[in-house]
């Protein structure tokens, strides 16, 4: 006969491999906890749909020179169209790699099959590299340029041209005229917003014939891109004529932003009518601090500020004048023509370099 005494208590008894019992961690299932076998899921055996939709999410050259070459699996994937619906690409630095970059471009545009959507250059690219692109890709409907100064007013102009699903245009801290501009506004009926960012700089007493041509980038917004709902202008140089004109002639305006704008006067009624008309409003005081560029000073405490107490400009400020965060001197050294051909010249990373062995 057992005595009660001698009976284990089921709750007290820690479990043991040996005796077929389950672990801690196993015996943590009833309370939501999750297995070793759940916790180190193998990638391989994602959908390929899904593998390539977190694949398109990564920069392009990342997926060229690394991600491609991780397994056979992970190669086949990159070739899927869907990865290459967005391509997002830039010099991190690297001197010489501009023809490079310029090579996996056009071999990531080659792999989107017309598919891409969504362009983001930055710090390479010349006219020769955007007529490619937007002679393979006519469902373009965001693109980004920032500091692409090898793209010219003509070049721009032509590759808008071929865009009409165009819906968001960035030219950040690229040196354009209002052709393009113009352009968006004929050849892109579907354009929405628009992002026109610059280097902020102090005002100056300046005639009238001089303020239409601070006001001219503004002035051509306003008459040729009457449907734009968001409007970036960080840094621009326009004057309360050109802000006058862009609420005249965007009349479905809901978002502006004029940070660092340092030539505006919003005191009185264009302030009034600004706060009545936009939806969201940035005023040109607003700190820039967060945006990946650098507009101009910021307001922070520890910053020359170009605002006084009162809300007047300070004429003892001094504007900045760099280009942003950082500057390639190489890449600067030369005129737009000394740009490499795609065929020519020789970089420090040759993309080419990079095979893919036989029996991959």
């Known amino acids: 006969m057992v005595s009660s005494s001698s009976i284990e208590d089921p709750s007290t008894k820690e479990p043991s491999l040996s005796d077929g019992g389950s672990s801690s961690k196993e015996l943590s299932l009833g309370s939501g906890g999750d297995s070793p076998e759940e916790q180190l899921r193998n990638w391989l055996e994602l959908p390929m749909e899904v593998t390539a939709s977190i694949f398109s ?3 392009a050259t990342e997926i060229l020179k690394t991600i491609q070459f991780v397994c056979k699996s992970w190669f086949d994937v990159c070739k899927d169209p869907l990865v290459w619906r967005k391509i997002d690409m ?3 630095g690297e001197t010489g790699s501009n023809l490079s970059l310029d090579r996996m471009c056009r071999d990531a545009v080659d792999r989107s099959c017309g598919s891409l959507v969504d362009m983001n250059i930055e710090y390479f690219g010349n006219d020769a590299l955007l007529k490619y692109i937007t002679d393979s890709c006519d469902k373009i409907k965001r693109l980004r340029l920032a500091c692409c100064y090898y793209v010219s007013d003509e070049g721009l102009t032509e590759a808008l041209a071929k865009l009409p699903l165009l819906e968001e245009l960035d030219l950040t801290l690229c040196s354009f005229s209002t052709e393009p501009l113009e352009a968006a506004g004929r050849y892109c009926p579907r354009i929405r917003s628009l992002k026109l960012n610059c280097q902020a700089c102090r005002p100056w007493h300046m005639d009238p014939d001089e303020e239409l041509e601070i006001n001219e980038e503004s002035l051509a917004i306003a008459k040729h891109m009457p449907k734009l709902r968001h409007l970036q202008l960080l840094g621009n ?6 802000l006058q004109a862009i609420l005249d002639g965007c009349p479905h305006l809901e978002s502006l932003d004029l940070r660092r704008c340092l030539s ?5 009624k264009l302030g009034k ?3 009545e008309q936009i939806k969201y409003l940035r005023l040109p005081h607003e700190s820039t601090e967060g945006f990946e560029f650098r507009i101009g000073p910021d307001d922070s405490p520890d910053d020359c500020h170009d605002y006084s107490d009162d809300g007047s400009f300070d004429d003892n400020y ?3 004048s760099g280009v942003a965060d950082f500057v390639f ?3 600067l050294e030369g005129d737009s023509d000394d740009y490499p051909d ?3 010249a020789d970089g420090s990373f040759d993309y080419d370099d990079f095979y893919v062995p036989d029996n991959f």
């Open 57 to 59: 999410r990564l920069v």
């Open 90 to 92: 830039y010099n991190i």
């Open 237 to 242: 140089p326009m004057t309360n004529m050109g």
């Open 264 to 268: 505006i006067d919003l005191k009185g």
């Open 273 to 275: 009518r600004c706060a």
């Open 318 to 320: 001094g504007w900045y």
């Open 329 to 331: 001197d190489q890449y």
């Open 342 to 344: 795609f065929d020519s």
